[in-house]
């Protein structure tokens, strides 16, 4: 039986599902995702719903504004598992009549197949893994979707969904600036609501970022080549109306994403999943969550008695809160709330150190807020460490 819930204030959260399992492993990914054989769904569906009993007894608000499917690959997720998870949302928490539903898919077909049935379970926003528009780099991504696939997938979701995204990335294996502007008019001329456009990163761990140690991964841009991508991808969206609402996230008027946005903002979400993070207010106080990473351990570990949900539970000290704003806020275009940013450190933003960066040219500040100028884009991480050190 579940703790008793308790008097809730009604601020608005998200809620995250971290699917974790993939038909293949990308070899640039760092993703929480794994490869398995045999998925019992009943199990899942048993540990996602006793996993959201119990974190409606602990969150100071139910008011959901948004549900948030990730992965791994959450579209290899059966209808039925979707549905069961989006009910049980329904019964322990107060869902708006308005709440964003997302769920991230691959475009094989197996997966959009489903799209009918999750749509008819309420989901409403589908976010594609397209990652390129040529099957040569496709391949190169250890990617099992060709383009043909792609467009058939993203038709398919126009059809079903509110609003429909896709992810591409950039800044591949030899790619010139000429090809991704191709690729990126190709994009357009799909009309897209919403685009997440991403810089091929090679993260620690990853098979690529091993070929890279042995200097066998070549033709990946240096960073005056990066900065020529990111300032083309720019461009060539700002030139067909898509707001540049995100460092890489790119929305037509009313199609940016509610889930993202409240992160970004640092509202609050719980995270439900194997290695699925959180923040959350509890008795009037944030914290973060953390979930154990591996998907056996973290089922294991919500049905058993007790039910242990989190791996780690801890309140934030108002410092870190600041911190983590100011780094998440200064990806938005709106930027930074000075006024947020010295409620939630409980000290005040350095004025002195705005003027120099003001000075330097790196961020601009209207009324009370602050955003980086184009030039600090590129230099995020300076910024925030000038501000907050
Ligand atoms: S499908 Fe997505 S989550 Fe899975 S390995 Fe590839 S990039 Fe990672």
Redesign the pocket.
């Known amino acids: 039986m579940e703790k008793k819930k308790k008097n809730l204030k009604e601020d608005g959260i998200g809620i995250y599902i971290h699917w974790p399992f ?1 038909q ?3 070899p ?2 760092d ?1 929480n ?1 794994y490869v398995s054989e045999k998925i019992d769904m009943d199990s899942w569906s048993a540990a996602y719903k006793r996993a959201l009993r119990i974190s409606a007894t602990q969150v100071d608000s139910n008011l959901v504004h948004s549900i948030y499917f990730g ?3 959450p579209s290899l997720m059966s209808s039925r598992l979707v549905y069961e998870v989006i009910n049980e949302i329904s019964k322990e928490f107060k869902v708006s009549s308005d709440a964003e539903i997302s769920l991230e898919a ?1 475009p094989t077909s197996v997966e959009y197949g489903k799209f009918k049935s999750y749509s008819a379970s309420g989901v409403n926003r589908c976010s594609l ?1 397209i990652q390129a528009l040529n099957d040569r780099d496709l391949k190169s991504l ?1 990617r099992l979707h060709s383009v043909n696939d792609a467009l058939r997938a993203f038709d398919s979701a126009r059809q079903c969904f509110k609003t429909s995204s896709f992810d591409l990335i950039y800044g591949r294996q030899n790619q010139t600036i000429g090809e991704w502007e191709n690729e990126l008019k190709r994009a357009m001329s799909l009309d897209p609501q919403h685009l997440s456009l991403y810089q091929l990163t090679i993260e620690p761990g990853t098979p690529f970022f091993k070929l890279q140690q042995k200097n066998r991964l070549r033709g990946l841009p240096n960073d005056s080549k990066s900065c020529a991508f990111y300032t083309k991808t720019k461009e060539i969206c700002k030139n067909n109306e898509l707001i540049h609402y995100e460092i890489s996230n790119f929305a037509t008027k009313g199609h940016e994403s509610v889930h993202n946005l409240n992160y970004w903002r640092y509202g609050d979400f719980i995270g439900i999943g194997p290695g699925a993070s959180g923040r959350i207010s509890v008795n009037g106080t944030k914290h973060e969550t953390e979930s154990h990473k591996n998907p056996m351990k973290w089922l294991g570990g919500v049905l058993k008695n007790g039910g242990e949900i989190y791996s780690v539970s801890m309140p934030l000290s108002f410092i870190d809160q600041a911190k983590e704003y100011a780094v998440m806020s200064f990806r938005l275009k709106e930027g930074l709330n000075i006024e947020r940013f010295n409620s939630l450190s409980e000290s005040k933003l350095s004025l002195t150190k705005v003027e120099e960066l003001i000075d330097m040219g790196l961020i601009n500040k209207s009324h009370n807020s602050l955003f980086t100028t184009e030039k600090g884009e590129l230099l995020l991480n300076s910024i925030l460490s000038h501000l907050l050190n």
């Open positions: 993939c293949s492993l990308c640039y990914c993703f995702s992965g791994g690959t691959n893994g250890g």
